[in-house]
């Protein structure tokens, strides 16, 4: 069985202390090597679900206006979100066929090149949709985004959450590179937490996780014991890999877009989070059949954490502002 019964249960207020070994200088390294890594100049935008065939999805990326769609083959399609005849806002157009029409003087875009409307490179990876901004990214592109490894669709059962927060993305990033924090922050989600592996500051590759023991609580004292490793595959995502213990192979993938342009007074950051739960147990095939049930279950957990989370990168960003951060 999965569950564990905690008989040594601890307050708390009563729990070990971890803020010495959260060292600010460890957190600091692991967002240098993330940030030193390439991104393609990609960025993820929305929730595969939420780009759809029958009306556009707006959204901003680095101060860049946007519109998504489905065109008349399902491909999902981004392009500058200003109609280039007046400049229309083009999220508040119609789909109709595939085909963006435009609801002021009915322009209509579909998907190509048009009167100096062009569209951007798109990757959906059946989860989440990325858009390449090269001039937003100031990076070598790349063709596709280092997207991280999941289970395949019919084994799994994911859902994405978004949130928007006052801050940079390295603030979310970071927040996500202290593990050290969740059993004090989070105490009706983790208890027992124990950092196991702390890379060197010179560390590369394999050897660059964080790698945590940690129990997930359900009631009470009743828990759900698991190994995590903590990775950044690029300069803005943040993977969380469960690698022994009940759901092994389940991530949960964590990716911070600016919504404003750099050096912005109050810069707003994106959070969107896919939660790919995996199971080999023969029960949760009924998981998979109930999916749809489960998707604003596991949304609303990872709003609860992030309410917390978000304030952590808030507060964070807020200090470095005021040139008052310690770390």
């Not at 009563?14 to 692991?30: C, K, N, V």
């Not at 080999?280 to 989370?309: K, V």
């Amino acid at each position: 069985m999965p569950l564990r019964w905690r008989r040594e249960a601890v307050a708390w207020d009563r729990q070990r202390p971890t803020w010495r070994e959260a060292r600010p200088a460890s957190i600091a390294a692991a967002l240098r090597r993330a940030q030193a890594r390439p991104s393609g100049n990609w960025f993820v935008v929305a929730d595969s679900r939420d780009v759809r065939p029958d009306r556009p999805l707006g959204r901003s990326v680095a101060g860049v206006e946007l519109v998504l769609w489905r065109d008349a083959d399902g491909t999902a399609v981004a392009g500058p979100g200003a109609c280039p005849h007046l400049g229309a806002p083009l999220k508040d157009a119609v789909v109709r066929c595939g085909t963006l029409i435009c609801h002021w003087h009915g322009m209509r875009l579909d998907g190509r090149s048009a009167a100096g409307w062009q569209p951007w490179p798109v990757h959906d990876d059946g989860l989440l949709v990325w858009v390449r901004l090269d001039a937003a990214g100031g990076e070598t592109p790349t063709e596709r985004p280092v997207v991280p490894l999941r289970g395949t669709g019919g084994e799994t059962v994911s859902a994405v959450w978004t949130g928007f927060g006052v801050c940079e993305p390295e603030d979310v990033v970071a927040n996500r590179l202290d593990p050290w924090h969740g059993a004090w922050l989070h105490p009706y989600s983790f208890v027992d937490l124990k950092v196991l592996k702390v890379p060197s500051d010179a560390a590369v590759g394999d050897d660059d996780a964080l790698v945590v023991d940690v129990a997930f609580k359900l009631a009470g004292r009743a828990v759900v014991p698991v190994r995590a490793a903590f990775t950044a595959p690029d300069p803005r995502t943040v993977v969380m890999r469960i690698e022994e213990g009940e759901g092994a192979g389940s991530v949960v993938e964590t990716h911070a877009t600016p919504l404003t342009a750099p050096g912005a007074d109050a810069p707003r950051t994106a959070v969107v989070e896919a939660v790919v739960a995996a199971s080999d147990r023969r029960g949760f095939a009924a998981a998979r059949a109930t999916s749809p049930l489960l998707r604003p279950l596991i949304r609303a957990a990872a709003g609860r954490l992030w309410r917390d989370d978000l304030a952590y990168a808030e507060r964070r960003w807020s200090l470095r502002r005021q040139g008052r951060f310690p770390g």
